[in-house]
């Protein structure tokens, strides 16, 4: 089977709800990371088959196939398409399975993969419930589904209450993923001030560093937060953040690689998804690591370098028990705990801080892998080259 390289990777500073980002529409966005992808390639993009964008809840700004909108909006070429994909909060890594999937098929060269998102404008799940409304449809995706009703009765499909299902079935304490959360922030501003995050980010208008990490949080004010759920521990401070912003990648073949002279940053060992229980969700990751693992013929300290999304604490706290994984080798310059979580870019955003990293010390292996909704999780294994 042919080989898929990442050659460039960039994202925009990932901005707070309200924050430097909140007016930017999300194509705009898009077309920042695509154009600056352009720009620090080389590639001429009238060579680009396909771009291959992660976001959710498209209506409105978001709507459209943002991808193609995207690409457009960037002053690129016309001849070149664009499609959008939503896997929940894995939208952008399964862009880069589709696109490393086209150049190992050899169907195809040269293909970017990336992700969007702005939810200051759209908020989770409103958007789906301004879409319904109007037309009468008020049950969900899920309560109106016969088939659903009759295999999950009304159990509720809820993030915050997957969360506190892992963090109950795991007996992680509030003040473990509090102790969590509070070293999420504390990496990220250490990777902030010793700029390791410069190589990767395109500045947006004033908007230069990641807004999210909190320099003056504390466990004192941690503790004083409400759960989310009456009777729960999950709090705002152990949930990722409310984010917009946008990333993407150049994925090519041997052959592009040979033609348009580039130069091959890492190479994409694995990729698979898995799924799970779609009621707990976001523990998906656990199965997901161990099958991608196995198929890849590897242990977990074969990997330097992990990049799983911290959608909440106990979804790296639960895979930390399961898989023995070191935790100093996880996350190391934070997660969306502290940086954010821009769902449909999210991604991306997390290989590119991947693949930068691994860059920075010299590591070989990282692996990347993500909750998202319905209970799936997909995993990337990319080798430094």
């Given amino acids: 089977m042919a080989e898929a390289y990442i050659v460039e990777a960039v994202r925009t500073p990932v901005g707070r709800r309200r924050g430097g980002l909140a007016a930017a529409h999300p194509a705009d966005l898009g077309a920042h990371v695509l154009k600056a992808l352009v720009s620090r390639s080389g590639i001429d993009p009238s060579a680009v088959e396909d771009v291959v964008f992660g976001c959710l809840d498209t209506v409105g700004p978001q709507?459209?196939?943002?991808?193609?909108?995207?690409?457009?909006?960037?002053?690129?070429?016309?001849?070149?398409?664009?499609?959008?994909?939503d896997r929940q909060c894995g939208s952008s890594q399964q862009a880069v399975h589709f696109a490393a999937q086209g150049v190992m098929s050899g169907t195809q060269d040269l293909v970017v993969a990336g992700g969007t998102q702005n939810m200051t404008q759209i908020p989770i799940a409103f958007a789906s419930r301004q879409a319904a409304e109007p037309l009468g449809l008020t049950d969900g995706p899920f309560a109106g589904s016969q088939g659903w009703r009759e295999r999950y009765g009304s159990l509720p499909v809820n993030q915050f209450h997957g969360a506190e299902l892992m963090a109950g079935k795991w007996g992680i304490s509030r003040l473990a993923m509090e102790e969590y959360a509070l070293r999420s922030h504390q990496r990220a501003v250490r990777a902030t001030d010793e700029g390791r995050f410069e190589r990767e980010t395109v500045a947006y208008g004033g908007v230069t560093v990641d807004e999210g990490p909190r320099r003056d949080t504390t466990l004192e004010k941690m503790a004083g937060l409400k759960p989310v759920l009456e009777g729960g521990t999950i709090t705002a401070a152990c949930s990722s953040q409310v984010s917009d912003g946008a990333a993407a990648m150049l994925i090519a073949s041997e052959r592009a690689v040979a033609v348009h002279g580039l130069t091959p940053r890492a190479r994409i060992h694995h990729l698979s998804v898995r799924g799970e229980d779609p009621i707990r969700m976001l523990s998906a990751p656990i199965p997901a690591t161990a099958y991608a693992l196995k198929k890849a013929g590897m242990a977990i300290d074969d990997v330097d370098l992990v990049e799983i999304n911290e959608a909440f604490a106990p979804v790296v706290l639960a895979w930390l028990k399961e898989t023995g994984a070191d935790p100093a080798r996880v996350n190391v310059n934070g997660g969306a705990i502290a940086l954010g979580h821009p769902l449909g870019a999210t991604g991306v955003r997390l290989m590119t801080t991947l693949l930068h990293e691994l860059e920075r010390t010299q590591g070989r292996f990282g692996l990347q892998t993500m909750c998202e909704g319905g209970g799936q999780a997909n995993v990337t294994i990319i080798e430094r080259v």
């Avoid at 459209?64 to 499609?83: F, M, Q, S």
């Fill in 63 to 85: 709507a459209g196939d943002i991808a193609r909108t995207a690409w457009l909006a960037a002053g690129l070429p016309e001849e070149v398409p664009g499609v959008t994909i």
